[in-house]
């Protein structure tokens, strides 16, 4: 390992295949093990947990105590030991004689610690000893020197506050999400699902589905849309998507007006987070989607609980299928905190004054549904619901003003003008029928506005 690459991998501090250790304390059986059980992982010992070099002394005895502490493993780990400059490197790969035991029991790599794993999750990983995750898997059809899109690997860097000091490749290989085969690079799905210019024509469980209805089911549909732009610009879509289709309502303190919408932005973007991160991407047979009901928000996905992960257990502890994905996002603000996804939706909701998530699960497929309150149940101010009712007014004028320039103008389009949700515009439409101000013309396909005078 060059200098150069020692600096890039403190820059991006600890996390899934990266721990640091100031010194070789009798706890790094444990982290050997953690990363033997995993995906393997790298230990770089004289290094402080912010993330600074400290440096030790490397000789051959330190070596050999470090061997011996892999050997005396069950089974034994092989290891490889490389040093820069005063850091030692103990390189640990992924174990294909998987689960490895220490002194101390059996521990796994989770987000950036080493986890003592549960009877339970220890005979499950004997059973699905050897068995490739998918977004570790490599993609073969994807040619890394064509297909990379350097412009979303710009974007993450930048997101995740990393500085491109290294050449493309390098960084990608540091990040493990390009491998080599043969002495060629080639992409693993994670990596695919990230950077890909076109990552649905790879790995058809990439997009997200998002829909609005009319009212409580799916009987109308307002607007649909499809994004597949990798996991980045999915996860930004599906909330930008959420944020332009949910109502949004004013309240009046002193001279402020204060825009309030329906469900609030972080239990929207955490749980749109929760189902890109932990879906079962190699089930092709469904989509992660997205769908706004009158009353209600559902978040699904395919893949139930993780197999490690007891029914009883969920919202405690963090189990995720996706272990590459899920680190990547972990650099991000997307996902700073691994297992704490679940709390700060209900958090978010609580504060907002609406009822917490339902989450429904099986073997196969994970939900949220956020729920709305009733209308009474807001209690809006006197000042916040004349203020709605005047910007519902100019709202109705706007759309009046709008169909008359073209009878055929969508809902979509009326909203995009409006600057509302559909659902602001659906309401405002039903009331200007209500009082005889608009008349629909024929089918909801090939049909026209009419506006009338008024009765």
């Not at 769908?291 to 257990?313: C, Q, T």
Request: aromatic share 8%; hydrophobic share 35%; charged share 25%.
């Amino acid at each position: 390992m060059t200098e150069q690459e020692l600096q890039f991998v403190l820059s991006e501090g600890e996390g899934l295949f990266v721990e640091f250790k100031e010194r070789p304390d009798k706890t790094l059986a444990r982290e050997m093990t953690a990363f033997a059980n995993a995906s393997g992982g790298r230990i770089f010992i004289g290094v402080s947990d912010d993330s600074q070099p400290i440096g030790i002394s490397i000789d051959n005895p330190l070596k050999s105590k470090i061997e011996d502490m892999a050997r005396n493993c069950d089974p034994p780990i092989p290891i490889k030991l490389d040093a820069t400059g005063s850091i030692l490197v103990v390189e640990v790969p992924e174990s294909p004689n998987k689960p490895h035991a220490c002194s101390d029991g059996f521990f796994m790599r989770i987000g950036a610690n080493a986890q003592k794993l549960g009877r339970d999750e220890v005979f499950s990983m004997g059973i699905r000893s050897g068995r490739l995750r998918f977004d570790e898997q490599v993609c073969w059809a994807f040619d890394y020197l064509s297909d990379v899109d350097e412009e979303k690997v710009s974007a993450y860097l930048h997101v995740a506050g990393l500085k491109a000091t290294l050449p493309l490749t390098e960084m990608l290989a540091n990040l493990e999400v390009l491998k080599s085969e043969n002495g060629k690079p080639v992409m693993t799905n994670a990596g695919v699902l990230l950077f890909a210019k076109n990552p649905g024509y790879f790995l058809k469980s990439s997009p997200i589905v998002c829909a609005v209805y009319q009212g409580d089911d799916k009987a109308v549909i307002l607007d649909r849309k499809i994004y597949d732009d990798g996991l980045l610009g999915n996860i930004e879509g599906a909330t930008t998507y959420l944020k332009r289709h949910i109502d949004v309502r004013f309240q009046i303190h002193a001279l402020e007006r204060t825009e309030v919408p329906q469900y609030p932005e972080a239990a929207v973007r955490e749980a749109v987070v929760n189902a890109v991160m932990h879906r079962d991407y190699f089930d092709m047979s469904g989509d992660t989607t997205v769908e706004i009901f009158r009353n209600r928000i559902d978040i699904s996905n395919p893949g139930g609980l993780v197999s490690w992960l007891r029914p009883e257990d969920f919202g405690k502890y963090s189990r995720t299928r996706n272990r590459l994905i899920a680190s990547m996002l972990m650099r991000t603000p997307y996902a700073e905190k691994m297992g704490t996804g679940i709390l700060r939706i209900d958090q978010a909701l609580t504060e907002a004054g609406l009822p917490k998530a339902d989450f429904r699960y099986d073997e196969f497929s994970f939900a949220i549904s956020l729920s709305d309150v009733e209308p009474d149940a807001l209690s809006a101010k006197k000042g916040s619901q004349k203020t709605s009712q005047k910007t519902s007014q100019k709202t109705s004028q706007k759309i009046l003003e709008a169909m008359i320039d073209d009878p055929e103008i969508t809902i979509s389009r009326l909203s995009e003008i409006c600057g509302v949700s559909t659902r602001a515009v659906q309401n405002n439409i039903n009331n200007l029928k209500k009082i005889k101000r608009l008349r629909r013309k024929g089918p909801d396909k090939g049909g026209y506005w009419e506006v009338l005078d008024g009765g």
